[in-house]
């Protein structure tokens, strides 16, 4: 017989030798229809009566994975032989065992039928089997120790329980007729107390070489004594295991950009462990921002530049040991400028107000263009330019002032404007005054009034104390030294190096006629100036630095593209012309160094620049434009 109602018939495995044919009676109870409808003829001679002899062989098997749990149950049935229709009889049927409720040493259990019988249940069977302490292997027994206790209800309290301790429940019913249900058996853990929970771990920071968490417990009945705190990954293996009574740790000594695993347990009075929690995170790629946290942020970037392949460093003896392209035309004035394009350079700076990014407080964005010690005594400070240019709200209105932008100016500007200001925001001015015919940057009005009263005095003081009361270098040069047949180092050595004008020679002018310099025509001191042309050399890519400005044979490549100073409008900077005496030098667009400018004319760009004190500290951010630096 291979088929039966209800039953599945499993055909034996040819290339298993243990396996057998035979119904699947996993899970299942109640009673079958072996065969129906057999008929046994009979006649005359047999009066009515025959005997016949069967042989019924029952092959009943069970799939289940592990056969151990089956080692010593029974299994019970009977043929039952009817000229009567007879209706399949069921059974009682257990699929579930409640826990109702934990004490000291019991544990309250309910049985839960989907199948109450055709008979009815007068009656209930528990046992409980111990299986050994959380944790160990126990090794099956072929001995049925199991001590059945009867009750009237379904309901059942295990008594004498051992903490911490497995056990195997089990549970059976009676019908009416007798006829036994399955036995469910389940696993349960004695617990004589509640121990401590990690409910949930929360990173709360990290960095590079550190994770900080914070968890959630929740106390037993025992309480809480200490946590073990285990990091594992990278070369952390085995795990190591840190030990403290508060819910913040801090994991220290971590590499960068590495995966960790993070497992908590808390710890109660007498010694017991609650489960572990568990959580991974990867760590941060070592970055400025994560090492100059809290620190001099000058000097550590002095000591961590190497991290951050947009700064370079313009010593000649490294330079020469690095090769980068065009190494050897460094200032090699020991300073550590950004160079490259905008997106390798991240060095936004938030200043004047507590947050901004390119969606907040805009006009607070600033944009580090490097680390000068210009006194040479190791006092290294940042020098920071307005990343968009000076409005006409935040400079105001005086004898520089012309007009705001004209936003149908023929001028390329609607190709190469990399800012977000609305045209008609951004201020025009002269370089000195409307009516000045002569370029000396301490008489200029966009100097004096414009950039050192009106827009200083704008700046919050808790933000303005930070700003160096500096000494700029405004001597100048010819006008065929700055853009004609010229390169970074000639510009820088001419603008502020070893071949700048000095005092005594010609080159300076008062209004009336040419004369030599005196010290006070080359220098001027005080809070807000503008970049210099050697300040948008240098920050273009270094592979640009041999070409010349206006008029080089290679200015039409557009390297502005690799320059991350570079905002695409006309720009003055604050380097005069010294043969030209109504001349300064601006950024033209598209982006070369160009002298032709008469210092009344129409140029509408100006981003004022400024150096910071020494002892300002980096707070936070990663230095992009929505995550800038923030100082104190």
């Not at 040819?14 to 035979?22: A, F, H, L, W, Y």
């Not at 209800?153 to 911490?164: A, E, G, V, Y």
């Not at 921002?289 to 000649?316: P, Q, R, T, V």
């Not at 005054?433 to 005095?457: A, H, R, V």
Request: glycine content about 8%; aromatic content about 12%; some cysteine.
């Amino acid at each position: 017989i291979k088929e039966i109602d209800g039953l599945v018939y499993h055909e034996k495995d040819e290339k298993n030798p243990n396996d057998v044919s035979g119904f699947d009676i996993t899970g299942k109870s109640g009673s079958f229809a072996i065969k129906v409808g057999e008929e046994i003829e009979v006649t005359k001679n047999d009066n009515g009566e025959k005997e016949e002899e069967w042989e019924i062989k029952v092959t009943l098997i069970n799939l289940d994975n592990d056969q151990n749990r089956n080692t010593g149950k029974e299994v019970t049935g009977e043929v039952v032989i009817t000229t009567d229709t007879m209706d399949t009889y069921k059974l009682a049927h257990i699929n579930n065992v409640s826990i109702d409720e934990k004490t000291v040493d019991s544990i309250t259990t309910t049985l839960k039928f989907d199948e109450k019988g055709t008979a009815g249940i007068k009656e209930y069977y528990f046992a409980k089997e111990e299986k050994g302490k959380v944790g160990e292997v126990v090794p099956a027994s072929l001995e049925d120790v199991k001590i059945w206790e009867k009750e009237s209800s379904p309901t059942h309290i295990f008594t004498n329980l051992t903490s911490d301790t497995n056990y195997i429940i089990y549970g059976y019913a009676v019908d009416n007729n007798d006829f036994k249900s399955n036995v469910y058996e389940t696993e349960i853990i004695a617990t004589a107390k509640k121990l401590p929970e990690i409910k949930s771990i929360e990173v709360i920071s990290k960095s590079y070489n550190e994770i900080s968490i914070q968890i959630d417990s929740e106390e037993g009945d025992r309480g809480i004594k200490e946590y073990e705190y285990e990091i594992s990954g990278a070369t952390i293996n085995p795990g190591r295991i840190e030990k403290g009574t508060e819910k913040t740790h801090t994991f220290e000594g971590l590499e960068e950009e590495q995966e960790y695993t993070i497992k908590v347990r808390a710890i109660d009075s007498e010694g017991d462990k609650s489960t572990d929690s568990v959580k991974t995170e990867t760590t941060l790629k070592k970055t400025i921002g994560l090492l100059c946290k809290g620190k001099e942020f000058a000097s550590c970037i002095k000591e961590n530049y190497e991290i951050d392949g947009a700064i370079i460093y313009h010593n000649l003896e490294d330079a020469t040991k690095k090769e980068f392209p065009n190494y050897n035309l460094v200032a090699n004035d020991d300073s550590y400028r950004y160079a490259g394009s905008n997106d390798i350079v991240n060095n936004y700076v938030c200043f004047g107000a507590d947050t901004c990014s390119d969606t907040e407080n805009y006009d607070n964005l600033y944009r580090i263009i490097g680390i000068f010690d210009d006194n040479k005594n190791n006092q290294y400070k940042l020098k920071l330019i307005k990343a968009d240019y000076l409005t006409a709200e935040e400079g105001g209105v005086s004898e520089a002032y012309f007009n705001t932008f004209d936003q149908n100016n023929p001028d390329i500007v609607s190709l190469y404007y990399r800012g977000k200001l609305p045209l008609s925001k951004i201020g025009g001015y002269y370089w000195a005054g409307k009516d000045i015919i002569y370029n000396t940057w301490s008489s200029s009005f966009l100097n004096t009034e414009n950039l050192n009263i009106i827009f200083y005095n704008k700046i919050p003081e808790k933000y303005r104390i930070m700003i160096e009361n500096h000494i700029w270098t405004v001597s100048g040069n010819t006008s065929r030294d700055f853009v004609y047949e010229t390169n970074a180092l000639k510009v820088y050595n001419i603008e502020l190096g070893e071949n700048k004008i000095k005092s005594g020679e010609s080159g300076c002018y008062d209004g009336v006629t040419p004369r030599v310099c005196t010290e006070k025509d080359l220098t001027y001191q005080d809070e807000i100036g503008l970049m210099y042309v050697s300040d948008y050399y240098y920050t273009m890519d270094s592979k640009y630095w041999h070409l010349s400005g206006f008029g080089g044979d290679d200015y039409y490549s557009y390297h502005y593209l690799d320059n991350w100073l570079y905002m695409g409008i006309t720009e003055w900077t604050i380097t005069r012309v010294s043969d030209i005496y109504i001349n300064a030098l601006m950024i033209s667009a598209p982006a070369y160094p160009d002298y032709n400018v008469y210092i009344n004319a129409i140029v509408d760009g100006v981003r004022p620049t400024f150096y910071l004190n020494s002892d300002v500290k980096l707070v936070s951010g990663n230095g992009t434009i929505s995550n800038p630096y923030t100082l104190l």
